[in-house]
């Protein structure tokens, strides 16, 4: 078990392009159980490699934890493609590992349709609606160097860069790993 530190806003991979992954080798099994381990240890429901410092396309997402959720397995996504997104819009409050102690209203698709390989390297290919649909598209954000700032409005981002601010330069208390400035 390893819990590797996530990294926050204003860290330079957070705005990098996640890199495809040719073959699924240990290596990145290894990667996948500690990026795993580390949304555990930090109560996440989901976590892009690049919030713990991996360049390659994947993230895992588990709602277990989550109202309606009870049964919900824990899932992988490696080279993730949004193929779809609903027209139907729904506005709900996000936070993210990697900007501790900030909420914000995001605007996301209530229905998307998403394909991905899963860690035996099949192609999958499934729908998902509702919460489980916000945290793909919000982890699919990360992978291509968005995070929720970008989201908003440039007035709500305004009103959230003192917080941001704060973030950046470690001024925030929380009770997981995060890397040094
Ligand atoms: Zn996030």
Same mark, same amino acid.
């Given at each position: 078990m390893?819990i590797i530190p996530i990294?926050?806003y204003?860290?330079?991979?957070l705005?990098?392009?996640?890199?495809p992954?040719?073959q699924?080798?240990?290596?990145?099994i290894?990667?996948?159980?500690?990026?795993?381990?580390?949304m555990?240890?930090?109560?996440g429901?989901?976590?892009a490699?690049?919030?713990?410092?991996?360049s390659?396309?994947?993230?895992?997402?588990?709602? !277990? &934890?989550?109202d309606g959720?009870?049964?919900?397995?824990p899932? *992988?996504?490696?080279?993730?493609?949004?193929? #779809?997104?609903?027209?139907e819009?729904?506005?709900?409050e996000e936070?993210c590992?990697s900007l501790?102690t900030?909420?914000a209203d995001?605007?996301?698709a209530?229905?998307?349709?998403?394909?991905f390989?899963?860690t035996?390297?099949?192609v999958?290919e499934?729908e998902?609606?509702?919460?489980?649909a916000?945290?793909?598209?919000h982890?699919?954000d990360?992978l !291509? &160097?968005?995070m929720?700032p970008?989201?908003?409005?440039?007035s *709500?981002?305004?009103?959230?860069q003192t917080? #941001?601010?704060?973030?950046?330069?470690r001024e925030?208390?929380?009770?997981?790993?995060i890397?040094?400035?």
């Amino acid at each position: 078990m390893a819990i590797i530190p996530i990294t926050v806003y204003g860290d330079k991979i957070l705005r990098q392009k996640a890199k495809p992954i040719n073959q699924v080798t240990d290596e990145i099994i290894v990667k996948i159980k500690n990026m795993l381990d580390t949304m555990h240890n930090a109560y996440g429901v989901g976590l892009a490699a690049n919030q713990v410092g991996y360049s390659e396309s994947m993230f895992v997402v588990d709602l !277990n &934890g989550v109202d309606g959720y009870k049964d919900f397995k824990p899932v *992988v996504m490696i080279n993730p493609e949004v193929l #779809l997104e609903s027209d139907e819009k729904v506005i709900y409050e996000e936070g993210c590992l990697s900007l501790p102690t900030l909420r914000a209203d995001v605007e996301r698709a209530e229905i998307i349709k998403i394909r991905f390989l899963d860690t035996d390297e099949n192609v999958k290919e499934i729908e998902a609606d509702d919460f489980f649909a916000r945290v793909i598209l919000h982890e699919y954000d990360h992978l !291509n &160097g968005k995070m929720i700032p970008d989201r908003v409005a440039a007035s *709500v981002k305004k009103k959230l860069q003192t917080e #941001l601010n704060k973030i950046t330069n470690r001024e925030v208390e929380i009770d997981y790993e995060i890397t040094e400035k």
